[in-house]
């Protein structure tokens, strides 16, 4: 697609947007008045596709364990639909870009829950070991595999401390145009950058705030208005594996 | 240093190609193997995503380390000035280069997109010790063929001692870039250790002259130049001091660990799991790698010949194989520590220690990688006068006889 027909495409899809949120807001006004529907979260602003990524902000995820129920893995099954990745009955080779963790207390028997995925490290060790730059982080934290120069060498899997990276074993099928993926090459979480980069949260966050839990907040970390610097300047917060460092985009809130 | 030494070819009768057909057969499996998995994805390898990297590294790293640690024997004759090893210099070298070459195969192979090998060259990570390993890994070619070259040209004698020197520091810096591959991984309880570079650089001194002496023994037998006793000898005891290098920075470095409350999990499962890796690392590093070889070369009482030497050479080989076989699968096979003290339990085999069986194609692919790099040395030999037409003691040096053994 040339720079004109992207241009054509873009002003289609604004022009579209546009009517279709005057249309919700009157559908808003109509239903009753003095409701207020939240129908737009307002986590992200669309980008244009031509427009750089702004390094003013730092996209980030508070995920509250207690809001995290132990049977539930609707962030999983959330991501797995909207990234095209499944479970083919292979444990060992499956790619898994969002996992439920249990851990336990041996010696107290408390047990807690919650999904773990990439943690968008600010010092990503797999940006620092990938040969080719493949492995890179984006100027507002996303931190991303490109398909195109990633040769598959797994060098960042042996490198990230957070096991958040699976490697395509098998040749695929039915993928999702957004979520390219490729066999021999090396995928994680994406932070879903395509919703993201049109301005909505997360498939994980969305799918959790509408099973009632809202165990994750997505936001940018930079804007001190944002929930969730709010919420990180108002309770203590962990990160995983802190020690090293890392500065990860993923905090944990009653951990 | 014995005077004009007359360097000749090897022949190219019935025994060359045989052995070629043989190193062949070898190469064809492991090509098969190649276009196996790139057809059907890694998943017909043993490999998953706990175990990342298997039997391809182990026999990759073991080529690339033994590569530089060939190059002792030139190094010793160009840098230190030790007459006895000039002579067998242009072998060294060759060697050196053929291994890294066969090491260096079996990597680039196993890639999940072995097309994409040129992308390596064409973007760069600089900040990657991986890349930097790229770099080590070229410039060790060039700079080993340009001091083969010197070497076995007229009138360039005065260049020999700068690139043995150029050479010389740079399979340092090539061991150090490869151990430093594992010991920059802070994130994992089995690497994260700076001692990992001297570690790598002992095992490519060990490695690398057993290979030597391996190679240049049965070569000097099948060409009826036998390789002189003393001369084995001391190409032995020089092995011999390596491989006890190798178990003392393998001590420091379990020692260090185990001091270290973080560390004393991976420990415990390392040497005292009573699994494949404590077995291979008591069994295979410690014993038939490294106090075996060293009573069979340092033991008093020899025996009349070299016989030991060869087998000392050979075991090793076998326990340099074990080593990279715990450092590499075992140093993976210990789960990640994301929360210390905690049981940790997932669909993604977290808290579980991984398992790894080795498969056909990823063995083939290995052993085709020790065939490339025996072929290169066969052809070698087969093309340029690299070995000296009488390797006895009294031609390599005369010294040599008087205090032979």
Same mark, same amino acid.
């Given at each position: 697609?040339?720079?004109?027909?992207?241009?054509?495409?873009?002003?289609?899809?604004?022009?579209?947007?546009?009517?279709?949120?005057?249309?919700?807001?009157?559908?808003?006004?109509?239903?009753?008045?003095?409701?207020?529907?939240?129908?737009?979260?307002?986590?992200?602003?669309?980008?244009?596709?031509?427009?750089?990524?702004?390094?003013?902000?730092r996209w980030g995820l508070l995920i509250d364990v207690n809001k995290c129920?132990?049977? *539930?893995?609707?962030c999983?099954?959330? *991501?797995?639909?909207?990234?095209?990745?499944?479970?083919?009955?292979?444990?060992?080779?499956?790619?898994?870009?969002i996992r439920k963790l249990k851990i336990k207390n041996?010696?107290s028997?408390h047990e807690q829950t919650f999904p773990v995925m990439c943690q968008h490290c600010g010092a990503p060790p797999?940006?620092?070991?990938?040969?080719?730059?493949?492995?890179?982080?984006?100027?507002?934290g996303?931190?991303?595999?490109?398909?195109?120069?990633?040769?598959?060498?797994?060098?960042?899997?042996?490198?990230c401390p957070y096991k958040a990276?699976?490697?395509?074993?098998?040749?695929?099928?039915?993928?999702?145009?957004?979520?390219?993926?490729?066999?021999?090459?090396?995928?994680?979480c994406?932070? *879903?950058?395509?919703?993201?980069?049109?301005?909505?949260?997360?498939?994980?966050v969305?799918?959790c705030?509408?099973?009632?839990?809202g165990a994750l907040l997505f936001g940018?970390l930079?804007?001190?208005?944002?929930d969730i610097a709010k919420r990180l300047a108002s309770y203590p917060t962990k990160q995983i594996r802190a020690d090293l460092g890392l500065d990860t985009g993923v905090r944990y809130q009653n951990l | 240093?014995?005077?004009?030494?007359?360097?000749?070819? !090897?022949?190219?009768?019935?025994?060359?190609?045989?052995?070629?057909?043989?190193?062949?057969?070898?190469?064809?499996?492991?090509?098969?193997?190649?276009?196996?998995?790139?057809?059907?994805?890694?998943?017909?390898?043993?490999?998953?995503?706990?175990?990342?990297?298997?039997?391809?590294?182990?026999?990759?790293?073991?080529?690339?380390?033994?590569?530089?640690?060939?190059?002792?024997?030139?190094?010793?004759?160009?840098?230190?000035?030790?007459?006895?090893?000039?002579?067998?210099?242009?072998?060294?070298?060759?060697?050196?280069?053929?291994?890294?070459?066969?090491?260096?195969?079996?990597?680039?192979?196993?890639?999940?997109?072995?097309?994409?090998? !040129?992308?390596?060259?064409?973007?760069?990570?600089?900040?990657?010790?991986?890349?930097?390993?790229?770099?080590?890994?070229?410039?060790?070619?060039?700079?080993?063929?340009?001091?083969?070259?010197?070497?076995?040209?007229?009138?360039?004698?005065?260049?020999?001692?700068?690139?043995?020197?150029?050479?010389?520091?740079?399979?340092?810096?090539?061991?150090?870039?490869?151990?430093?591959?594992?010991?920059?991984?802070?994130a994992?309880?089995?690497?994260?250790?700076?001692?990992?570079?001297?570690?790598?650089?002992?095992?490519?001194?060990?490695?690398?002259?057993?290979?030597?002496?391996?190679?240049?023994?049965?070569?000097?037998?099948?060409?009826?130049?036998?390789?002189?006793?003393?001369?084995?000898?001391?190409?032995?005891?020089?092995?011999?001091?390596?491989?006890?290098?190798?178990?003392?920075?393998?001590?420091?470095?379990?020692?260090?660990?185990?001091?270290?409350?973080e560390?004393?999990?991976?420990?415990?499962?390392?040497?005292?799991?009573?699994?494949?890796?404590?077995?291979?690392?008591?069994?295979?590093?410690?014993?038939?790698?490294?106090?075996?070889?060293?009573?069979?070369?340092?033991?008093?009482?020899?025996?009349?010949?070299?016989?030991?030497?060869?087998?000392?050479?050979?075991?090793?080989?076998?326990?340099?194989?074990?080593?990279?076989?715990?450092?590499?699968?075992?140093?993976?096979?210990?789960?990640l520590v994301l929360f210390p003290g905690m049981e940790v339990?997932s669909?993604?085999?977290d808290g579980?220690?991984?398992?790894?069986?080795?498969?056909?194609?990823?063995?083939?692919?290995?052993?085709?990688?020790?065939?490339?790099?025996?072929?290169?040395?066969?052809?070698?030999?087969?093309?340029?006068?690299?070995?000296?037409?009488?390797?006895?003691?009294?031609?390599?040096?005369?010294?040599?006889?008087?205090?032979?053994?």
């Open positions: 697609m040339n720079n004109t027909s992207l241009k054509d495409a873009y002003i289609e899809k604004t022009r579209r947007d546009f009517l279709k949120k005057a249309g919700a807001g009157v559908t808003t006004l109509a239903l009753a008045s003095g409701v207020t529907l939240m129908a737009y979260p307002q986590a992200a602003q669309a980008r244009k596709p031509e427009e750089p990524v702004d390094p003013s902000q129920t132990e049977d *539930c893995t609707a999983v099954t959330a *991501c797995s639909e909207e990234n095209g990745w499944k479970q083919g009955g292979n444990p060992g080779i499956d790619a898994q870009w041996p010696k028997g797999c940006v620092d070991v990938c040969p080719t730059g493949a492995s890179f982080k984006r100027a507002d996303i931190v991303l595999v490109d398909k195109h120069i990633c040769i598959g060498c797994r060098y960042c899997m042996m490198a990276r699976s490697f395509v074993h098998e040749p695929l099928t039915d993928q999702k145009s957004h979520a390219p993926r490729g066999k021999g090459t090396v995928e994680s994406t932070m *879903c950058v395509h919703r993201v980069d049109r301005g909505d949260q997360p498939a994980c969305e799918k705030a509408s099973n009632g839990h940018d930079n804007d001190p208005n944002s | 240093m014995a005077k004009h030494v007359t360097y000749s070819q !090897i022949g190219t009768g019935k025994g060359f190609y045989s052995i070629l057909a043989l190193f062949g057969v070898f190469i064809a499996a492991g090509a098969a193997a190649f276009l196996h998995v790139e057809h059907h994805g890694h998943v017909a390898t043993g490999m998953t995503n706990q175990i990342v990297w298997g039997m391809p590294h182990v026999f990759a790293i073991f080529l690339i380390v033994a590569a530089s640690g060939a190059l002792n024997v030139a190094s010793i004759g160009s840098v230190f000035n030790k007459s006895a090893y000039k002579p067998l210099s242009r072998m060294s070298g060759v060697l050196a280069m053929a291994l890294l070459a066969g090491g260096l195969v079996v990597l680039l192979l196993d890639l999940g997109r072995p097309d994409r090998m !040129i992308t390596a060259i064409t973007h760069y990570n600089f900040k990657s010790i991986f890349a930097w390993n790229i770099i080590l890994y070229s410039g060790f070619m060039a700079i080993v063929g340009a001091y083969l070259f010197v070497q076995m040209s007229l009138g360039m004698e005065k260049y020999k001692k700068p690139f043995g020197i150029l050479a010389f520091v740079w399979r340092l810096a090539l061991t150090t870039g490869t151990g430093s591959i594992f010991g920059w991984l802070v994992r309880q089995g690497y994260d250790a700076a001692i990992m570079a001297p570690l790598f650089i002992a095992m490519s001194l060990s490695f690398g002259t057993a290979c030597f002496i391996l190679v240049v023994k049965y070569t000097g037998k099948a060409t009826d130049r036998p390789l002189g006793t003393a001369m084995t000898w001391r190409l032995g005891r020089l092995m011999g001091v390596m491989a006890a290098a190798v178990l003392y920075f393998t001590t420091v470095r379990h020692l260090g660990n185990l001091y270290a409350a560390h004393a999990g991976v420990e415990q499962f390392i040497l005292f799991g009573g699994n494949i890796f404590t077995t291979l690392f008591w069994g295979g590093q410690v014993l038939i790698g490294g106090l075996v070889p060293l009573a069979l070369v340092f033991a008093p009482n020899k025996v009349e010949g070299s016989s030991r030497v060869t087998l000392a050479a050979l075991l090793v080989i076998l326990g340099g194989f074990a080593q990279l076989y715990v450092i590499i699968v075992g140093g993976q096979a210990y789960p339990s669909s993604f085999a579980v220690v991984g398992s790894y069986t080795p498969s056909l194609p990823e063995i083939a692919l290995g052993l085709g990688g020790v065939a490339v790099a025996m072929v290169i040395t066969v052809m070698a030999m087969m093309a340029f006068k690299l070995l000296p037409k009488n390797l006895s003691d009294a031609a390599l040096d005369p010294h040599l006889v008087a205090k032979a053994k």
